[in-house]
């Protein structure tokens, strides 16, 4: 391990925050006559099996069907919904702008809201909803009524990031919180592939003839949507604490395993300063340029994809499901690296490996000539290696960001900032440049270069954070010799922020 994750010296009683213990620390002293013995014979990796079954799968089809139900709309393309609804010029790209503008502005009110209702909820309630909208969306008649759809689609799905990030870092540890947010990031890949069979399928459809494919659909897949949303409203539970499917035995024990993370699980106590410190953190703002950048890439072949391998001459039928190995590869590098880091640490060196396949895609989409369809439809595969460094970032964001409302305010910028390369990324696809689209092929891979070298310099950061950190704490502790071992329980739950706790070390 290189990320000093078991590095946590003893934090003096003085630092706790009086009166802003966390719910989980107020748990353990309601339960203190649990006895220690029988939390030691709880055995953890049956215990994380359990967490894993009753939470992981709903996570996972939430983020399946938030990929779907956000690119249904590339798949509408080749299946004539431009024609039907007048479509003309930039309108389509500004119709997949729309969805990731709305998508930023709703990550404002998250930052408060997370902080007030249950992850658990406030995920399952949004899922419900844009389920009605995905189905109403079958309803629009022209290129307004599709943008006010696609609003209200980015208001709703904005929340899919950030509650999937606080509830998989209030279940596990640092160490294993990578593989569990691969797994339901796997939902993209996944959904790139079920995709194209569904735009495969819905292209042979006709029950009425004023009914189009497209249309039903929108219909199927915001009735599954919204299905998926009631059961993860009533079955994720608003904390651990609160889990119907563990003992208090076992939550005792979860509760002393991941206090090791020092970032808390739940605490409804809004605090300013924390978004002030937020602000004012170069990790926060250099894992945001970082989700930019592959974001941008990602917009690119989440809308255009499919009219990518269509004009290289393919039909409707066959452009969709020659989309599908763009999933196969994308849940191959979000497994590789998902589980890699499980065994190797080094999240850095992972994001800068991704980068170098999105990159040779990208040069040979900018550079191949046309009649090598082969090379060019090899080039939109490898791009979506892309995808596999955003769940590392993620988990970097709620495991190295203590505080719960920092933690909230973060996990709502980083997401809040994979909008703004998606917003970017389609308008780099514009009419002038077609059917090649050169420039957008090039900003592919532009970003993705620039990605790899600012994982270096994350990287770099936290390294030296960590020795400037590690060097306080030895002259203090010539000082101010550690205090009891209480304390230093406390100060897990004590509300610090990463900045504030000086026993808290970043994961790299």
């Given at each position: 391990?290189?990320?000093?994750?078991?590095?946590?010296?003893?934090?003096?009683?003085?630092?706790v925050a009086s009166g802003n213990q966390d719910d989980a620390?107020?748990?353990?002293?309601?339960?203190?006559?649990?006895?220690?013995?029988?939390?030691?014979?709880?055995?953890?990796?049956?215990?994380?099996?359990?967490?894993?079954?009753?939470?992981?799968?709903?996570?996972?089809?939430?983020?399946?069907?938030?990929?779907?139900?956000?690119?249904?709309?590339?798949?509408?393309?080749?299946?004539?919904?431009?024609?039907?609804?007048?479509?003309?010029?930039?309108?389509?790209?500004?119709?997949?702008?729309?969805?990731?503008?709305?998508?930023?502005?709703?990550?404002?009110?998250?930052?408060?809201?997370?902080?007030?209702?249950?992850?658990?909820?406030?995920?399952?309630?949004?899922?419900?909803?844009?389920?009605?909208?995905?189905?109403?969306?079958?309803?629009?008649?022209?290129?307004?009524?599709?943008?006010?759809?696609?609003?209200?689609?980015?208001?709703?799905?904005?929340?899919?990031?950030?509650?999937?990030?606080?509830?998989?870092?209030?279940?596990?540890?640092?160490?294993?919180?990578?593989?569990?947010?691969?797994?339901?990031?796997?939902?993209?890949?996944?959904?790139?592939?079920?995709?194209?069979?569904?735009?495969?399928?819905?292209?042979?459809?006709?029950?009425?003839?004023?009914?189009?494919?497209?249309?039903?659909?929108?219909?199927?897949?915001?009735?599954?949507?919204?299905?998926?949303?009631?059961?993860?409203?009533?079955?994720?539970?608003?904390?651990?604490?609160?889990?119907?499917?563990?003992?208090?035995?076992?939550?005792?024990?979860?509760?002393?395993?991941?206090?090791?993370?020092?970032?808390?699980?739940?605490?409804?106590?809004?605090?300013?300063?924390?978004?002030?410190?937020?602000?004012?953190?170069?990790?926060?703002?250099?894992?945001?340029?970082?989700?930019?950048?592959?974001?941008?890439?990602?917009?690119?072949?989440?809308?255009?994809?499919?009219?990518?391998?269509?004009?290289?001459?393919?039909?409707?039928?066959?452009?969709?499901?020659?989309?599908?190995?763009?999933?196969?590869?994308?849940?191959?590098?979000?497994?590789?690296?998902?589980?890699?880091?499980?065994?190797?640490?080094?999240?850095?060196?992972?994001?800068?490996?991704?980068?170098?396949?999105?990159?040779?895609?990208?040069?040979?989409?900018?550079?191949?000539?046309?009649?090598?369809?082969?090379?060019?439809?090899?080039?939109?595969?490898?791009?979506?290696?892309?995808?596999?460094?955003?769940?590392?970032?993620?988990?970097?964001?709620?495991?190295?960001?203590?505080?719960?409302?920092?933690?909230?305010?973060?996990?709502?910028?980083?997401?809040?900032?994979?909008?703004?390369?998606?917003?970017?990324?389609?308008?780099?696809?514009?009419?002038?440049?077609a059917p090649d689209y050169r420039p957008a092929k090039i900003?592919?891979?532009?970003?993705?270069?620039?990605?790899?070298?600012?994982?270096?310099?994350?990287?770099?950061?936290?390294?030296?954070?960590?020795?400037?950190?590690?060097?306080?704490?030895?002259?203090?502790?010539?000082?101010?010799?550690?205090?009891?071992?209480?304390?230093?329980?406390?100060?897990?739950?004590?509300?610090?922020?990463?900045?504030?706790?000086?026993?808290?070390?970043?994961?790299?």
């Amino acid at each position: 391990m290189t990320d000093a994750e078991s590095k946590a010296p003893s934090v003096g009683a003085q630092q706790v925050a009086s009166g802003n213990q966390d719910d989980a620390w107020r748990y353990l002293q309601d339960h203190a006559a649990v006895q220690q013995a029988d939390v030691e014979s709880v055995d953890l990796q049956q215990l994380r099996r359990k967490i894993d079954w009753n939470i992981v799968p709903l996570m996972f089809c939430c983020y399946t069907l938030q990929f779907i139900d956000k690119v249904i709309i590339n798949y509408a393309a080749v299946m004539g919904i431009s024609a039907e609804l007048n479509l003309v010029g930039n309108d389509f790209s500004n119709v997949g702008t729309s969805f990731f503008i709305a998508y930023l502005i709703a990550e404002v009110p998250n930052t408060f809201l997370l902080q007030k209702v249950p992850a658990g909820k406030w995920l399952g309630a949004n899922v419900i909803l844009w389920g009605i909208v995905v189905a109403a969306t079958a309803g629009v008649k022209n290129y307004t009524t599709l943008v006010v759809a696609r609003v209200f689609l980015g208001l709703f799905e904005a929340t899919i990031g950030p509650s999937l990030m606080l509830i998989s870092s209030q279940y596990y540890t640092k160490s294993e919180q990578a593989p569990r947010f691969s797994i339901w990031y796997l939902g993209l890949g996944v959904g790139q592939i079920l995709g194209g069979l569904i735009s495969f399928a819905f292209q042979h459809v006709s029950l009425h003839a004023s009914l189009s494919g497209w249309r039903i659909m929108f219909i199927v897949l915001g009735l599954i949507t919204s299905l998926i949303g009631c059961l993860t409203f009533f079955f994720i539970p608003d904390t651990p604490m609160k889990a119907r499917f563990l003992s208090e035995v076992e939550k005792v024990a979860l509760l002393k395993h991941i206090s090791s993370n020092k970032t808390g699980i739940w605490n409804t106590k809004f605090e300013i300063k924390q978004i002030i410190e937020a602000l004012l953190d170069p990790q926060l703002w250099l894992l945001t340029l970082m989700v930019i950048l592959q974001s941008v890439s990602s917009g690119v072949v989440t809308t255009y994809s499919s009219t990518l391998i269509r004009n290289l001459g393919f039909s409707p039928q066959h452009s969709a499901l020659l989309n599908m190995p763009s999933g196969i590869v994308s849940i191959f590098f979000t497994l590789l690296v998902g589980f890699g880091i499980r065994r190797a640490s080094h999240r850095w060196a992972w994001v800068f490996m991704c980068s170098i396949p999105g990159i040779i895609g990208g040069g040979l989409m900018s550079f191949l000539p046309k009649w090598d369809t082969a090379g060019l439809l090899i080039g939109v595969y490898l791009v979506n290696a892309i995808v596999a460094p955003l769940p590392i970032i993620y988990h970097w964001t709620a495991a190295n960001c203590a505080g719960y409302t920092k933690r909230a305010f973060a996990s709502a910028l980083v997401a809040g900032s994979f909008s703004v390369g998606n917003i970017i990324g389609p308008q780099t696809f514009q009419v002038k440049d077609a059917p090649d689209y050169r420039p957008a092929k090039i900003a592919v891979l532009a970003t993705q270069a620039a990605a790899g070298v600012l994982a270096i310099v994350l990287f770099i950061y936290y390294v030296w954070e960590n020795k400037r950190r590690d060097a306080q704490t030895n002259v203090q502790a010539e000082i101010d010799p550690p205090s009891d071992e209480s304390s230093v329980k406390a100060v897990d739950w004590s509300g610090l922020t990463d900045k504030e706790n000086s026993s808290f070390r970043y994961v790299y």
